[in-house]
Structure formats: structure tokens, C-alpha cells
């Protein structure tokens, strides 16, 4: 397995397109005003298979800051090379982002994927949604998501990563206080196969 951040892309595997079309109907009686969607191919295709089994077809936007946490010279790199090269650094990277040093990879600070996310988020505020479905990244998000609600950077892993095609659902009245209904929920995946016994 290697890193994919904000410059690599790999194709769905069957198994992820799958599991998309059953999160997509689980989402197709919800009423989103827009999908919005990171541009790179894997977010985006993701995207397009949950609007094709909305019922009611919400617009879908593709966002440069929705993009994965642009990594550097983690990029492409083996997993397990680097952490056995970097212990310490990919314990932080999963745990305590605090003590990740960005710089010893050229990768984007904690700040950096963080506000370029939730600042795009904010800008919502100026729109009449009420529902909004955003597809993104598990790094990124998970920070992200983590930083809309107020934790510290220390803590912003705290509850681990989002798994792929998971739901997560936050509500705000002023885009300043966020809530934090639905954490990281994959249910519709159960709920899916036992229906066929």
C-alpha cells in the first residue's frame, strides 16, 4: 500500500464502488442542495455514483480544497518503507498531529489542509442549503471535521481516521459552532447485507 495525498490518484476498486452505490441509496431520499466534491478522480468518481442513485439529483461541484492533504514527498511512497523509516512521525501522523513535522516531508502543515478546507466550508454560510453532501478525503476530513468542532491539534485524531464511504454529519445555525451529530458511520453497510438473509 502506498500514500495517495492531494497530487496521486488511483482508480475505485470494485469492492469501494460497490460499497458507494449502497451508501448512495441509504442517501437517496435525502434532499441535498449540492454535492460538493474534491476534484481529484477518486473523490469525484465516489461523487458521481452517489448523485446517480439520488432521487433528486443534486448538482455536483467539483472543489480544489476539498483535496486530499497534499503529502509531498510521502506521495507515492510504501507505507510500510516509511514506517519503519519514520516511526515516530507516522505514530504522529495517526495520532497526535501536533507532533507531525510537515516539513520533513515538503507535505502541507496541519494549518494549511485544515484551513483551506474549513474556510471553503464557512463560505457555505452565504448560501440558502439546508443539506449539503461533501465528499472528500479520510486525512484531510478527519482533521478538517476535527477542527470545525473545536479540537485542539493534539487531539484532532483523537478518535482515529474515517473509514472509506463513510457518513459523518455535522449541523451549524451560523457556520462559527458546529455539532457533531453522526461520527464516522458505516450502519448502511450492515444494514445492506443482513437485508439479503
Known amino acids: 500500500m502506498r500514500f495517495q495525498g492531494a497530487n496521486g490518484d488511483s482508480p475505485l476498486l470494485q469492492t ?46 467539483p472543489i480544489s480544497e476539498l483535496r486530499e492533504w497534499g503529502l509531498g514527498k510521502l506521495e507515492g511512497a510504501k507505507i510500510a518503507a516509511t514506517e519503519a523509516a519514520y516511526p515516530q512521525q507516522m ?6 498531529l501536533a507532533q507531525f513535522n510537515h516539513n520533513l516531508f515538503d507535505a502541507e502543515s496541519v494549518y494549511q489542509t485544515t484551513h483551506r478546507t474549513t474556510s471553503f466550508i464557512k463560505t457555505l454560510k452565504e448560501k440558502d442549503y439546508q443539506k449539503v453532501l461533501i465528499v472528500g478525503h479520510g486525512a484531510n476530513l478527519t482533521a478538517s471535521i476535527r477542527t470545525l468542532l473545536g479540537y485542539e491539534v493534539s487531539l484532532l485524531r483523537k478518535d482515529g481516521g474515517l473509514a472509506n464511504a463513510s457518513v459523518t454529519i455535522l449541523e451549524t445555525d451560523d457556520f462559527d459552532s458546529f455539532k457533531l451529530i453522526t461520527w464516522n458511520n458505516l450502519d448502511y453497510l450492515v444494514e445492506d447485507k443482513t437485508a439479503n438473509l
Open 16 to 61: 469501494a464502488i460497490d460499497e458507494l452505490h449502497t451508501l448512495g441509496k441509504h442517501l437517496s431520499d435525502t434532499h441535498f442542495n449540492k454535492i460538493y466534491s474534491s476534484d481529484l478522480p477518486r473523490a469525484l468518481h465516489s461523487a458521481k455514483i452517489i448523485q446517480q442513485e439520488n432521487h433528486f439529483a443534486p448538482d455536483l461541484i
Open 91 to 96: 505514530w504522529a501522523f495517526r495520532h497526535n
